[in-house]
């Protein structure tokens, strides 16, 4: 799991919540059923959960709302074991042949890679293997940005919801204007649907798309990095050369540890 998500969700409530109950006399906990109004809630969230309905079958709504929960997951991809692996099989290619690495291949846990890897012992043309795993890379790529969008348009609707409760509200408070006793707590109540598009936005979704484009882009590189390598083997290019190629994916200070222990091939 990764902490630093389940941590900031935990911290940002704890904040909001303090700044709920911190008043000039001290913490006062009395406050917090003034945060809470059920037809605000309703329409708030309630709306912004039945247009993003609107948006997309059941089935791919549902699903979207199940990948929330990748963002608490820690992502697998070590960039400088993959680039490892690599050498190391280019190493084993170099010594026997290209058919041997089928034999490694089921050493693999990684589908990506050892497709490539079987399509190359198949003695698929260099230019077709890239196309395909090109584009398997772009339907993953695709796949991950529907989820991305459905929480980026998920944290557009939280606030356009919560603007629309607030002028509900407003428009029975302007009804009651004869009591002037009841204006301050309508109008509170108005400002709640607000108050909770805006959590909804920033709170829920915004961080989650930020963390999902970062996991994505993470693994688009690796699976670059597996694309270039795999090819570079089957070009019979030097273990060296590949490997020299694919720490340019890396930054400077993450270059010194690829290939230490993983069989460096000869100069």
């Given at each position: ?53 609107m948006s997309c ?70 230019e077709l293997v ?138």
């Amino acid at each position: 799991m990764d902490i630093a998500t389940l941590l900031g969700l935990l911290v940002c409530f704890g904040f909001v919540v303090f700044g709920i109950v911190n008043g000039d006399n001290g913490l006062d906990f009395t406050v917090i059923p003034h945060f809470i109004d059920i037809p605000s809630v309703f329409i708030t969230i309630g709306g912004a959960f039945a247009c993003m309905l609107m948006s997309c079958s059941l089935k791919e709504y549902v699903s979207n709302l199940k990948a929330y929960t990748l963002v608490f997951k820690e992502p697998k991809y070590d960039t400088q074991s993959i680039i490892g692996k690599i050498i190391n099989l280019s190493n084993v290619a170099r010594k026997e042949g290209l058919l041997s690495l089928e034999e490694a291949a089921s050493d693999l846990d990684d589908d990506f890679m050892k497709k490539g890897i079987l399509l190359i012992v198949d003695g698929t043309d260099p230019e077709l293997v890239r196309g395909i795993m090109e584009t398997e890379l772009a339907c993953i790529e695709d796949r991950h940005n529907k989820i991305i969008g459905f929480y980026e348009q998920f944290a557009a609707m939280g606030p356009a919801w919560g603007m629309i409760g607030t002028l509900l509200g407003l428009v029975n408070m302007l009804y009651n204007m004869q009591d002037s006793s009841k204006i301050g707590p309508a109008m509170a109540v108005a400002l709640l649907t607000t108050l909770y598009g805006s959590l909804i936005a920033n709170w829920i979704c915004l961080p989650a798309t930020f963390k999902m484009k970062k996991n994505n882009a993470k693994e688009m590189q690796v699976k670059d990095i597996m694309i270039e390598g795999l090819l570079s083997i089957q070009a019979g290019e030097n273990p060296r050369v590949i490997e020299e190629k694919l720490k340019s994916f890396l930054a400077p200070k993450d270059r010194t540890s690829v290939g230490e222990g993983s069989g460096e091939g000869e100069a």
